[in-house]
């Protein structure tokens, strides 16, 4: 059986069975065959595991672990997959057919590409389209996720990763909950080469409330992540030369959402020290009125 596989699909899933099954049907109705379906139960306590054998039987390959977060299940699919691809998939998002066969077709076509990912649909929890997220072509990833943060688009739910270059990796780091996805595409852009696919192939479900941020796992994560990226050794020196932009981008960003969250006292701190780290950032804050109203406008769609 393992010779015929060519994908392995990861789906971490904690006590969200009222999405899974349409993100297990959205893999088994893919138009490209060659795939195993991994479903990594992170200790899920509700009856994920009965349902899951009763719909799928030996469709699905269902893998229990204790409950360690998203990262540590991930981890865990990663070390289990058989196939020359890796394809990962949140619980509560869909794929469309075509989006491994034309993923698998690219990186069939360039060996040098060791990761893809596609455009996005965001849709709410009926899976009605919100807005959508072009997967954008960059010169320099690693330079792009670090100045404009996410760029993967629809993030792990669109990536596909060539098995090899994550065996060369520790996987993604538990030590960061929200952030953790943005960490692990940063070390693979230092690693492979990245391409994307213009389709929008992934729906990304925004769920009521989750638009909210949480400015001090922000805090805690971003400049975590950060922190870890800047200490590598051997970083190329392109990148040490825009680490004071790139920290004051996020305290703006970290000023924003405590704005967003009302605390204007740590807002200005932020800000403040955005713009001692990085001048040029003087002009943000005056954006600040504009993102601020169309996040108000995003949350309520």
Partial sequence: MSEKIKVSVVIPTYNSIS????AVDS?????????EVLVVDDGSTDNTRKILFEKYGDKIRYLYKENGGVSSARNYGIKKARGKYIAFLDADDYWM?????????????????????????RV???????????????EDYCEALLLDLNVVSGSCSSA??????????????SQFSTYADWEYW?????????????????KYRVVKGSMSSNPSVTEKDALGVLNKFFKQPNLPLKYLKIKDKVISNHFMVLSGEFLHAGRIKQSL????KAI???????????GLPFRYAKRLVLNQS
């Fill in 27 to 35: 893999v088994l109705s893919q138009t490209f065959k060659g795939i």
């Fill in 276 to 286: 001692s780290l990085h001048p040029q950032n003087l002009t943000r804050p005056i």
């Fill in 19 to 22: 999405y899974l099954n349409t």
């Fill in 160 to 173: 596909m990763v060539r098995r090899e270059v994550t065996l060369q990796t520790e996987g993604f780091d």
């Fill in 269 to 272: 701190k932020y800000m403040l």
């Fill in 124 to 138: 709410d929890e009926n899976l009605i389209l919100i807005n959508s997220i072009p997967a954008k072509e960059y």
């Fill in 186 to 202: 940063l070390r693979l852009s230092l690693t492979t080469k990245f391409a994307p696919i213009k389709d929008e192939l992934v």
């Fill in 97 to 121: 057919p075509e989006k491994i066969e034309k993923q698998v077709g690219l990186m069939e076509s360039n060996d040098k590409i060791g990761f893809c990912y596609v455009s996005t649909q």
